[in-house]
């Protein structure tokens, strides 16, 4: 088990715990308004209403998984729920709800009457080496994570996991690496290791990754010979000032795709840097011109788009320029 790490002191005041025995908890409920002021999380934890329908998607995710990882004695955060609690971004394209709990060792996990609401338990082996404590609750290591997120919830939510986690730091293909090499010969191991070929740690969004992963599926067929993620463009700012600015993928050195994450538009994203949304699309508009001026060609997509349009339109795009080469003014990310 890796080393602890102190309780989030921001979630530790927002949970409102039941007591255990029945006549204290109804006295607590019985209160007037109680039920109209509070949501249940869990069986026994409660939060502030008004504050919980405040936040965003995965931030709920998150206080429902620390509420029922403070709520266990024994079982252990894994899969999309460890991720949660890392603060490490997932897709969760199919809207997974439910709180996912192994077992150290060999327990076995309770029958499923006995599983609370919106838990799943998963049955599978748990090494205490695989166990690490982060913000004061009991999650499964990262590579474990990784491991247990492409088992449960495929490939494509294993890679923006893990390139988010490599992005941050979080850990290196070293570590990644010699935990799957350790694990040689089990479930998943080897998709495991096939799959980290394409993270590339240098993803900033979620969607990133995706429409990279989507693009890789079809290289061949659109004659697809370079996918760079995070290139380098030298552009000037409006006062004139030499800047360099990154565009999220640069297919066949020719082709930009940008990708509109939501977050840079949301109002409280915007007021806590101090811009507007006009600025902050005024700003895109003026290096895009600056980046086209250059001889690149931009498609900007917003992130519904990528499902829906992204392979028509890069289709359509490659059959217009069959022939067109790079013209070579931008930097590699490892390069600049």
């Known amino acids: 088990m890796t080393p602890t790490s102190r309780p989030d002191p921001h979630l530790e005041n927002v949970l409102r715990r039941m007591p255990d025995a029945p006549a204290a908890r109804k006295k607590v409920t019985s209160r007037p308004g109680w039920y109209r002021a509070n949501v249940e999380v869990t069986r026994r934890v409660y939060v502030d209403r008004g504050w919980f329908n405040g936040l965003r998607n995965f931030e709920r995710r998150k206080v429902r998984a620390w509420a029922v990882a403070r709520s266990v004695k024994t079982a252990v955060l894994c899969g999309m729920s460890a991720a949660e609690i890392y603060g490490l971004p997932i897709l969760n394209r199919n809207q997974y709800e439910n709180v996912e709990l192994c077992l150290p060792e060999r327990r076995r996990p309770p029958s499923r009457r006995k599983w609370r609401d919106h838990t799943v338990y998963r049955d599978k082996y748990l090494a205490q080496a695989d166990i690490a404590m982060v913000n004061g609750v009991y999650v499964t290591t ?195």
């Open 142 to 336: 990262i590579p474990r994570t990784y491991v247990d997120i492409l088992l449960y919830h495929g490939e494509l939510e294993a890679l923006v996991f893990i390139d988010g986690a490599l992005h941050e730091r979080r850990t290196t293909r070293t570590e990644l690496h010699r935990y799957l090499a350790s694990r040689r010969g089990q479930w998943g191991i080897r998709r495991a290791r096939n799959l980290l070929d394409d993270a590339t740690g240098l993803a900033e969004s979620p969607y990133e990754t995706v429409a990279r992963w989507l693009l890789r599926g079809v290289e061949k067929q659109l004659g697809i010979t370079e996918i760079v993620p995070q290139a380098w463009f030298s552009t000037r700012s409006r006062q004139g000032k030499l800047q360099r600015r990154r565009v999220d993928l640069l297919v066949n050195g020719f082709l930009v795709i940008e990708i509109d994450g939501l977050i840079k538009y949301d109002e409280r994203f915007l007021q806590e840097r101090g811009v507007t949304y006009r600025q902050v699309m005024e700003d895109e508009r003026y290096r895009e011109r600056q980046i086209q001026n250059q001889g690149y060609q931009v498609l900007r997509l917003a992130p519904g788009e990528v499902w829906r349009d992204l392979i028509a339109k890069v289709t359509e795009i490659m059959k217009q320029n069959p022939q067109r080469v790079s013209p070579k003014k931008h930097f590699l990310p490892w390069a600049a």
